[in-house]
């Protein structure tokens, strides 16, 4: 069975930091793309990062870019989401996500398997 869980969310003031983590069980994660998407109330998923499965490639949404910083730790199978400089924007559920094949890193369709998200939210 596989299990995407993240852990991390939480209450922070605009300009904290968060880390979310992504622990995997039940896929190859080696072999996987790794993807963190947010969705705000009323809004629809949106793409934040992604990496491949050798670290080899990283991608960002325009709105995190410089702000957050996607990473992956094969030996314990698990990925993070390192989130500086919060902005009450940022309120959001996180989700993770596997892919095994990546046409397009930021399609949540290309992706096989989630997470049931963590909540995030950011206090002005």
């Known amino acids: 069975q596989v299990q995407l869980v993240e852990s991390g969310g939480g209450l922070v003031q605009a300009g904290d930091s968060l880390r979310l983590s992504c622990t995997v069980s039940?896929?190859?994660?080696?072999?996987?793309?790794m993807g963190w998407f947010y969705q705000a109330p009323g809004k629809v998923r949106e793409f934040a990062a992604a990496i491949t499965w050798n670290s080899g490639f990283t991608d960002y949404a325009d709105s995190v870019k410089g702000r957050f910083t996607i990473s992956r730790d094969t030996a314990k199978d698990t990925m993070y989401l390192q989130m500086n400089s919060l902005e009450p924007e940022d309120t959001a559920v996180y989700y993770c996500a596997a892919a095994k094949t990546v046409p397009a890193l930021r399609d949540p369709d290309d992706y096989n398997y989630w997470g049931q998200g963590t909540q995030v939210t950011v206090s002005s």
């Open positions: 039940g896929l190859p994660f080696s072999r996987y793309a």
